[in-house]
T-cell receptor, first 112, second 113 residues
Framework: GENVEQHPSTLSVQEGDSAVIKCTYS??????FPWYKQELGKGPQLIID?????GEKKDQRIAVTLNKTAKHFSLHITETQPEDSAVYFC???????????FGTGTSLTVIP | DAMVIQNPRYQVTQFGKPVTLSCSQT?????MYWYQQKSSQAPKLLFH???????NEADTPDNFQSRRPNTSFCFLDIRSPGLGDTAMYLC????????????FGSGTRLTVV
């Protein structure tokens, strides 16, 4: 099965700085990689995703990069704001699979 | 508007007392999933329904059961909760197996005492 590793487990940044979270995966057949943001007491919310036919995707302050050869992908948040504080999960799946394999999460704290 | 609704938000139950968690969706999605998320851990898939077809994960304890009486509703039944079942239980839906991101509910935080 797929194994997804995520680093770091905790991350603190000053407001306005950038934050980077990295994930690696083991199944070379995985081709869909979503990122979820989970605020305290809430369910995860999809914030951005990327498919293996794309190397980078950006949505305002959030970007995701994918290196399929090295089997790793990263989340980049620029100009961080206090409301970005949350737990972020990466995940991997096959396009025709029936579940995601989640990383262990990164607790991001943005210090005002 | 909430599209995947879980009830209750918080549930406390006694050791060994059966408990049922509820999930409803207004998205008309074919697939409904139940995940267990323990403190500071990633969500772990328990089982899912594709329409009426039930798919259990190999390592899901027999203590956990599920029902999907119609497209909109799915229930998680824990027949004899143990202390180790204290967790957040997340319901998620997707239109089909061609993965395009789940829609999660807000979760039910279950505490077994």
């Amino acid at each position: 099965g797929e194994n997804v590793e995520q680093h770091p487990s905790t991350l603190s940044v000053q407001e306005g700085d950038s934050a980077v979270i990295k994930c690696t995966y083991s199944d070379s057949a995985s081709n869909y990689f979503p990122w979820y943001k989970q605020e305290l007491g809430k369910g995860p919310q999809l914030i951005i995703d990327i498919r293996s036919n794309v190397g980078e995707k950006k949505d305002q302050r959030i970007a995701v990069t994918l290196n399929k050869t090295a089997k790793h992908f990263s989340l980049h948040i620029t100009e961080t704001q206090p409301e970005d504080s949350a737990v972020y999960f990466c995940a991997a799946s096959r396009d025709t699979g029936n579940q995601f394999y989640f990383g262990t999460g990164t607790s991001l704290t943005v210090i005002p | 508007d909430a599209m995947v609704i879980q009830n209750p938000r918080y549930q406390v139950t006694q050791f060994g007392k059966p408990v049922t968690l509820s999930c409803s969706q207004t998205l008309n999605h074919n697939v409904m999933y139940w995940y267990q998320q323990k403190s500071s851990q990633a969500p772990k898939l328990l089982f899912h329904y594709y329409d009426k077809d039930f798919n259990n994960e190999a390592d899901t304890p027999d203590n956990f059961q599920s029902r999907r009486p119609n497209t909109s509703f799915c229930f998680l039944d824990i027949r004899s909760p143990g202390l180790g079942d204290t967790a957040m239980y997340l319901c998620a839906t997707s239109r089909d197996y061609i993965i395009n991101g789940y829609t999660f509910g807000s979760g039910t935080r279950l505490t077994v005492v």
